[in-house]
């Protein structure tokens, strides 16, 4: 599968830099996804909301829970694991008003083990380079 990347930011220094995130280096959703929640719930949703560092749109809503790899040009990711949302995601980010309950309106897509999971942890495989908007990205199922 052959994508472009739609946005990217705050993305770590190093394979050891966690920064925002829980526990992995970098956070990637897919905005499929999100288009399929924003007409669950019948209203549009900031991407931002789930603080992610890379957002791709395959447009297959919750494909990303099926990647395995990612390529962006020469630098390699394996998918770690889903990310446990918190209720933080309730909060817009822009003025830090409780506004949606997402993580209710997750719940019939991907609760699993008693946990609300969105979007995918990556690990850089070797070093990290620089990615840009637009980039072409390989993902392997």
Known sequence: MNE????????????DDAG??????ILLINLASIRRL?????????PLRF??????????????IKWKKLRFDQQHFVVSKPCSRCPIINIEPKDGKQSLNL????????KKL?????GQYLIP?????QLAVGMDVQIEN
């Open 20 to 25: 925002f995130r829980d526990s992995r280096p």
């Open 103 to 110: 993580l209710s309106a997750l719940v019939p897509f991907t």
């Open 114 to 118: 008693f946990k609300v999971n969105f």
């Open 51 to 64: 603080r992610p560092n890379i957002i791709i749109d395959d447009g297959i809503p919750f494909s990303e």
């Open 38 to 46: 924003e007409a669950e719930i019948s209203q549009s949703i900031d």
């Open 125 to 129: 495989e070797g070093s990290l380079g």
């Open 4 to 15: 472009q990347i739609s946005c990217y930011r705050n993305l770590p220094t190093s394979s």
